[in-house]
């Protein structure tokens, strides 16, 4: 019999779409990698009133980025590369980068870099370089949008000329200095192509998906798998994230993801069923193995998940905080637990999606948890946050 705290927590959940703040919610809870929990509600296409399916689609966004993290991981323990060799040894558009001064107003306000970048900072997220749309005014991020590094509309790129257009602008700091979100993963993915002489989606299938078994989980959608395809949405006030009302903002039909794409992109460009992703996070805390598949060893997934910034630096957006949050190879890590969050958080390791695919694993309390949904932007979001509470409350 289902208890009143898991009760209250679908609850919220089908009141989110009651209201049509979001379209659709899925949220699962693994105790090890057994299924405590499972609720689904809301629309595959909320126009046309289509109920979401167990085995529906979703744009994985920045989920993505676990994935090639671990990728890049497995050619690390091939040997093809230390993480503190410069990753000029392996794409030399970045072997003389310049940096911003700390107070430029003008991309050309420059000096010299005292470091190389290495395969450390690439997958930390401390190389220097940015997004170009988390602070679009700023010096780095509008040079990003005007000199052709807008990944929203990059359908020309390919991994390879994005990183050798985004090595003609300097970084925002010193490598290993501070920590901003960036293209960073997407260089991480060039860096598996060139490493392992593969193309990027292929390299993902043979040694990622096909030995978990994620058939599903691609970087497009192709025509006889568009009807599990969810329709993405956006609220009709960007600033209000609670305010009812939405707007059609991707078609599972006509939209990006139905047609192959030049930019595989490592940073977000994948689409996953929750059974395919269910595998990729169940072989994560069994270290690094899932039915028999074998995709990293324990000791390269504890790396990982050890803080490999700077001393005082963290992990900080200029929209919302992140407290006692640093970063390891892939992976934000929760170091610091304050006095109002559970003990059981300490340790635990995590990312999501920009369109609400919220993943965490907590070793110490032995829970994963899964909560989705397709909302543009979803990934700082009320909802995800209370599933989380409601999840450590029950189970932490």
């Known amino acids: 019999m289902q208890d009143d705290a898991l009760k209250a927590m679908h ?26 929990d499972h609720h689904r509600t809301g629309y595959l296409d909320l126009d046309a009133g289509t109920p979401l399916p167990e085995n529906a689609i979703y744009r994985m966004y920045s989920n ?36 911003l001064r700390p107070d430029a107003t003008s991309i050309d306000e420059t000096v010299p870099c005292e470091r190389p970048i290495t395969f450390r900072h690439a997958l930390s997220h401390s ?5 170009g749309f988390i602070e679009p005014e700023s010096v780095i991020d509008a040079a990003y949008l005007t000199g052709g590094l ?32 960036s293209l960073a993963t997407d260089v991480c993915a060039r860096l598996v192509e060139v490493l392992s002489g593969q ?52 078609d599972p039909h006509q939209g990006e993801y139905c047609a192959e794409r030049a930019l595989l992109s490592g940073g977000g460009g994948l689409v996953s069923t929750v059974s395919d992703y269910l595998s990729f996070l169940r072989m994560l805390v069994r270290g690094g193995e ?43 890590l929760k170091e610091t637990v304050a006095a109002d969050e559970p003990a059981a958080m300490a340790g635990e390791y995590h990312w999501g999606g920009m369109a609400g695919t919220h993943t965490w694993m907590a070793p110490d309390a032995d829970l994963v948890g899964v909560c989705l949904t397709q909302l543009m932007p979803g990934f700082w979001h009320p909802f995800s946050h209370e599933f989380k509470a409601a999840v450590y409350q029950r189970f932490g």
């Open 64 to 99: 993505t980025k676990l994935v090639t993290s671990v990728a890049l991981m497995q050619l690390y323990e091939q040997g093809r590369f230390a993480l503190d060799d410069p990753i000029s040894n392996h794409l030399s558009a970045f072997a003389s980068p310049r940096v």
């Open 290 to 332: 899932w039915q028999g598949a074998r995709v990293l060893q324990p000791e390269t997934l504890a790396l990982m998940r050890r803080n490999v910034l700077a001393a005082d630096v963290g992990v900080s957006f200029p929209m919302w905080a992140m407290p006692g949050t640093t970063f390891g190879l892939g992976f934000a």
């Open 127 to 131: 190389a220097g370089w940015s997004y």
């Open 199 to 250: 193309r990027f989606d292929d390299y993902l299938k043979a040694s990622v998906f096909e030995p978990l078994g994620m058939m599903d989980t691609d970087f497009w959608v192709p025509p006889a798998k568009r009807d599990r395809f969810i329709a993405m949405y956006a609220p009709v006030d960007l600033l209000d994230p609670m305010k009812g009302g939405l707007n059609r903002a991707d």
């Open 11 to 36: 609850e919220r959940m089908d009141w989110y779409v009651d209201q049509s703040i979001l379209p659709c919610c899925e949220t699962l809870v693994l105790k090890g990698t057994e299924i405590v």
């Open 150 to 181: 807008n990944i929203f509309a990059a359908a020309e790129l390919t991994l390879e000329t994005l990183c050798d257009r985004l090595a003609g602008f300097p970084l925002v700091y010193q490598p290993g200095t501070s920590w901003r979100y």
